[in-house]
């Protein structure tokens, strides 16, 4: 197992250790690491459930399925594939949350290209762009949303009523940035695809109990249900089914313990460090005025240089929560802005290791280039929209 771990595995072990070190020297207070390991159980439990229902929706075929009719649908035209992708890669980033997106999203579209002859780029780029840019309607499209829900005092209808013009706004921006610096004719070079051959789903009482627990997680959050007792319903379904008709491939890889340590390491480490001069830093860096446009391109900044949670989690600190605005500004700065740096966020960092094992090139100086435009146009106009 050791010889598994890879280079951000140890970081993430690294976190967490770092974190207990600081509880067991009392730089962070027994009372304090507690309260702040509370706060994040049932974020826990959501992630957990959460990627397990992706992960074995994947194994099912809906995900194939929806791609592969999708580009059936397009019939060989790249402007309707290319509202289609947007559609569907919005939809599964709001719904089921962004690492979803360029965690199981990524590979099936990957596999699609060779299908139907598409460009793999631009396939690539929607999925990553739109798991980063299309997490701001609900509360589980983002790990970021649900560490802010307390504070900014919405419920999830309320913070979609809130979010649902720079959701959209952010999302336009997006296309705009894809279509020109990817799906164009001119980048892509071919006028038509071909649509590719439907193939049969291998179990269709998989494939039937995974869209209903992905259906059912969604009808639990329209209803008000919390977040993790909406997960696990959806998992217990999911699971189930796998335990009835296809045991073996229940396995403990489908568990993201990389997610759960590095949550946790992040969630003792951030509250030290604001006791020691880390708040004092944020503040000064933010200002005291109350500036949106200010706050959204510290954390956008912050995110593309050590990761978005860990920058959300070290400005929000120093945010009144009476100062809903600047909290939701933070969001979009930390959700909108890590399209620049691959480590800017798990999901990026997740999507180009997708990138690698499907031989797809992403060539580094075309991503930072045109990730740093959409980052400050999409925080711009969201923030604008906010």
Same mark, same amino acid.
């Given at each position: ?9 140890? !970081? ?23 309260? %702040?390991?509370?706060? =994040? *159980?049932?974020?826990? !439990?959501?992630?957990?459930?959460? !990627? ?35 559609? #569907?890669? %919005? #939809? ?25 002859? =598409? ?19 609900? /509360? ?59 193939? /049969? ?11 209903? *627990?992905?259906?059912? #997680? !969604? ?20 699971? *189930? ?13 489908? =568990? ?30 933010? *200002? ?30 120093? =945010? ?21 740096? /691959?480590?800017? %966020? ?41």
């Amino acid at each position: 197992m050791l010889r598994r771990l890879g280079v951000l595995d140890w !970081i993430r072990i690294g976190l967490l250790v770092l974190g207990l070190v600081f509880v067991a020297t009392g730089l962070l207070p027994w009372d304090d690491a507690v309260a %702040s390991i509370d706060e =994040i *159980g049932p974020l826990l !439990i959501f992630l957990v459930a959460i !990627i397990v229902v992706a992960e074995l929706t994947k194994e099912a075929q809906v995900f194939d399925a929806i791609a592969a009719r999708m580009a059936v649908l397009g019939r060989g035209n790249y402007a309707a594939l290319f509202f289609l992708c947007v559609a #569907f890669a %919005s #939809f599964i980033t709001i719904f089921l949350n962004l690492d979803t997106t360029a965690v199981l999203l990524t590979p099936v579209m990957l596999a699609l290209a060779p299908k139907a002859r =598409i460009a793999a780029l631009p396939l690539a780029m929607t999925t990553i762009w739109l798991a980063n840019t299309a997490s701001l309607l609900l /509360p589980v499209s983002n790990l970021t949303n649900l560490l802010g829900m307390d504070k900014i005092g919405l419920d999830a209808q309320e913070f979609a009523a809130r979010m649902w013009a720079p959701q959209i706004a952010s999302i336009a921006v997006t296309m705009v940035f894809l279509w020109v610096f990817f799906w164009r004719r001119g980048e892509r070079r071919d006028l038509r695809y071909t649509p590719p051959v439907l193939e /049969p789903v291998a179990d269709r009482v998989l494939f039937g109990a995974a869209a209903a *627990g992905c259906l059912l #997680f !969604i009808a639990l959050l329209l209803l008000k249900a919390h977040v993790a007792v909406a997960a696990t319903a959806a998992a217990a379904i999911v699971v *189930g089914a796998f335990l009835l008709r296809a045991r073996e491939r229940l396995t403990w890889g489908l =568990i993201p313990w990389q997610l759960v340590v590095f949550v946790t390491g992040l969630f003792l480490v951030v509250p030290t460090l604001s006791r020691h001069g880390l708040s004092d830093l944020m503040t000064w860096m933010i *200002g005291v005025e109350g500036d949106p446009y200010r706050t959204a391109a510290v954390g956008a900044g912050l995110s593309n240089a050590i990761n978005n949670l860990p920058a959300y989690q070290a400005v929000e600190t120093v =945010i009144p929560a009476a100062d809903q605005d600047r909290l939701l500004a933070l969001l979009v700065g930390t959700n909108v802005g890590p399209v620049v740096t /691959p480590w800017a %966020s798990l999901a990026t960092l997740l999507w180009f290791e997708s990138c690698r094992r499907h031989e797809v090139k992403v060539p580094m100086r075309r991503f930072l280039l045109t990730g740093t435009g959409l980052a400050v146009v999409g925080v711009v106009v969201t923030v604008w929209a906010l």
